[in-house]
Antibody, heavy 125, light 112 residues
Framework: QVQLVESGGGLAKPGGSLRLSCAAS????????MSWVRQAPGKGLEWVSY????????FYADSVRGRFTISRDNSKNSVSLQMDSLRAEDTAVYYC??????????????????WGKGTTVTVSS | QPVLTQSPSASATLGSSVKVTCTLS???????IAWHQQQPGKAPRYLMH???????YMGRSTPGRYSGSSSGGDRHLTIYNVQSEDEAVYYC??????????FGGGTKLTVL
């Protein structure tokens, strides 16, 4: 079945780095945009970054632009998030999410349709 | 960029129906939104998405008791015959070519 499994979370010091990975299975990975969404303790969902199906397009939330880098390897069905210059406010559960596209009234749109179970990132000294 | 507004809380008695609403900001009333459910201690899961015009598309594992509808800039999630497992936080989300993904603040549904 369709599955996303995150790994790489853990404890990092402020200013440090972590690399998250997401292994995808059960679908044609290269057909889909992939995204990372995070949830700080007791808070709502916050979109972090997404990457186009080919990997040629990458997009970031203002809160992480310049510090985080998303990438993908379609030959390995995986997407990664390199997190540098970490801050305490980056502490969250990070979810890997698949996006699907649709077409409505002459316009394309995207929606998230499969979530991983998440991996926890804690930034603390 | 679009803003999605949700009431922070809702409640329903076992076996009743409840409607949860997500309101799109002015100028974005024709956006497609998706509903996601997050049960306590679990990851979110996709329920459905609702297109401009009101057509709704269910996820494969979405119970048949769930329904989606649209009215102007409002996108509704209705749950019929509410069960205890429906107690969760419900998030709406939309995609914008400039703002990318935007989430609503979430509605916590309590089943009484």
């Amino acid at each position: 079945q369709v599955q996303l499994v995150e790994s790489g979370g853990g404890l990092a010091k402020p200013g440090g780095s972590l690399r998250l990975s997401c292994a995808a299975s059960g679908f044609t990975f290269s057909d889909n945009y992939m995204s990372w969404v995070r949830q700080a303790p007791g808070k709502g969902l916050e979109w972090v970054s997404y990457i186009s199906d080919s990997g040629s397009g990458t997009f970031y939330a203002d809160s992480v632009r310049g510090r985080f880098t998303i990438s993908r390897d379609n030959s390995k069905n995986s997407v990664s998030l390199q997190m540098d210059s970490l801050r305490a406010e980056d502490t969250a559960v990070y979810y890997c999410v698949r996006a699907q596209d649709g077409y409505n009234f002459g316009d394309y749109y995207y929606f998230m349709d499969v979530w991983g179970k998440g991996t926890t990132v804690t930034v603390s000294s | 960029q679009p803003v999605l507004t949700q009431s922070p809380s809702a409640s329903a008695t076992l076996g009743s129906s409840v409607k949860v609403t997500c309101t799109l900001s002015r100028g974005h009333s024709d956006y497609v939104i998706a509903w996601h459910q997050q049960q306590p201690g679990k990851a979110p899961r996709y329920l459905m998405h609702i297109e401009r015009g009101g057509s709704s598309y269910m996820g494969r594992s979405t119970p048949g008791r769930y329904s989606g509808s649209s009215s102007g800039g409002d996108r509704h999630l209705t749950i019929y015959n509410v069960q205890s497992e429906d107690e969760a936080v419900y998030y709406c989300a939309t995609w914008d070519k400039n703002a990318h993904w935007v989430f609503g603040g979430g509605t916590k549904l309590t089943v009484l």
